[in-house]
């Protein structure tokens, strides 16, 4: 298993990423109408995509995450198709949650870089996320804590020098999403970008 970063970048990560996103349990809006779990700990639905440094590292250390089973047709096509430096992994699920041992994708969801031709992230935007119905998406940037924002988009800044592969997918889904933007301005819509604080 090929890793990029050491285990020392990783706790980096983990410590930028540590601040809370937001003042409330945004667990608590989805959670009620959806069986009594949040839609983004449910591990039939939502399949959290570690890097191989970090499933590395929790493999070595308790093995919070297990490698997700390919169960469905749709996920065995995602393992099959995804990056060779993706595992697709699974936890113990929302009630044996371990915060300190939450993902990279977990600590960012639901917001994406947002990343101009140069390949610096200028803000963040939310994901698109097929299937999953998160109450956060849609909403303002007032509802987020500023130094998580901050944070996030400096992790992802560092990451693409380890994973420059992220950083292009993540031009080419930005490029699109100006697209999406001039369209949805002439059709006097909006499509929130969380840009990156001056």
């Not at 039939?44 to 995509?49: A, M, W």
């Not at 960012?108 to 939310?126: C, M, Q, R």
Request: net charge positive.
């Amino acid at each position: 298993m090929k890793t990029r970063f050491s285990e020392k970048q990783l706790k980096r990560f983990y410590k930028l990423l540590s601040i809370p996103m937001i003042d409330f349990d945004c667990g608590k809006l989805c959670a009620p109408e959806n069986g009594g779990i949040p839609v983004c700990c449910e591990n039939e639905g939502v399949v959290p995509i570690l890097f191989n440094e970090e499933y590395k590292y929790h493999w070595n250390n308790g093995r919070f995450w297990k490698r997700m089973p390919p169960v469905t047709k749709e996920i065995k096509k995602f393992i099959e198709e995804a990056e060779d430096y993706y595992i697709f992994a699974r936890c113990s699920g929302h009630e044996g949650c371990e915060r300190p041992k939450r993902s990279l994708c977990c600590r960012t969801f639901p917001l994406e870089p947002h990343v101009n031709s140069d390949g610096e992230v200028v803000g963040l935007a939310y994901a698109k996320a097929r299937d999953i119905d998160c109450p956060l998406i849609g909403r303002p940037q007032s509802i987020y804590n500023q130094d998580y924002i901050r944070n996030v988009i400096q992790f992802w800044q560092e990451m693409f020098e380890y994973y420059p592969e992220e950083q292009e997918m993540y031009i080419e889904e930005s490029k699109k999403r100006e697209r999406r933007i001039k369209k949805l301005e002439q059709e006097k819509k909006n499509l929130n970008i969380f840009r990156k604080a001056k």
